[in-house]
Structure formats: C-alpha cells, structure tokens
C-alpha cells in the first residue's frame, strides 16, 4: 500500500493551500483516512480524519473552520483544504490510513499506512 502526499508549500500568513494523499495498493473506500503534522523538534499531531463514506469526520481544535478533509473514493484521493493559514501551522504533513474503518482515531498508532509527507511553511 502506498500513500503519496503532495500540494505542501511556502504561503504568507492568511493564504490558502489544498494538501492531496493519493493511495494505491488498497481498496480506498475501506480506509478510515486522516492527516497529521509534525512541526520541527515536536510530536506528530492529528488534524483531521475522515471515515470511508465521508459521512464522518474529526478535527483538531486548532483547525476547526480553516481546514475542509474530503475525499474522493472513485479517485481513491484524500483532500486537505486550508485555508487563513497561520505560522504555526507550519510542518510537514503526513497522511495516513486505518484499516478499522468503523471509527475515527485521533491517535498516531491506530494508523497502518503512511505517506511520506509534504513540507507546509507558513510565513508571517
């Protein structure tokens, strides 16, 4: 299973970017699909996730109203839509997948599959 992680960037404060996973090697629908990000020298963090029909979804505080998860089952793609983007927003994004596609977990472990990232900086 594969995930591929791209659309990260250098923004001003205040702008807007769309983070996009594609997975391949794996039935996408039956994935519980979530971002995370790791800033320099901390812990990876969750974001959002979303579970396999969309209906669901979870986010952080810190995102809530700024960033949109989405997905596209028939493109077996994942969307992070960010918008007013802040500095400490700045780090690189990882999305994951989680066989268990019953619920959401926000925790780091409960994910089987990783992409490898993609650098979002954020200047002020």
């Known amino acids: 299973v594969q995930l591929q992680a791209s659309g990260g960037g250098l923004v001003q404060a205040g702008d807007s970017l769309r983070l996009s996973c594609v997975v391949s090697?794996?039935?996408?629908?039956?994935?519980?699909m979530g971002w995370f990000r790791q800033a320099s020298g901390k812990e990876r963090e969750f974001i959002a996730a979303?579970?396999?029909?969309?209906?669901?979804?979870d986010y952080t505080d810190s995102v809530k109203g700024r960033f949109t998860i989405s997905r596209d089952n028939a493109k077996n793609t994942m969307y992070l839509q960010m918008t007013s983007l802040k500095p400490e927003d700045t780090a690189v994004y990882y999305c994951?997948?989680?066989?268990?596609?019953?619920?959401?977990?926000?925790?780091?472990?409960?994910?089987?599959?990783w992409g490898q990232g993609t650098q979002v900086t954020v200047s002020s």
């Open positions: 979303i579970r396999w029909n969309g209906g669901s979804t």
């Open positions: 994951a997948g989680d066989i268990n596609w019953r619920t959401i977990s926000r925790n780091v472990i409960a994910y089987n599959y």
């Open positions: 090697g794996r039935t996408f629908s039956n994935l519980v």
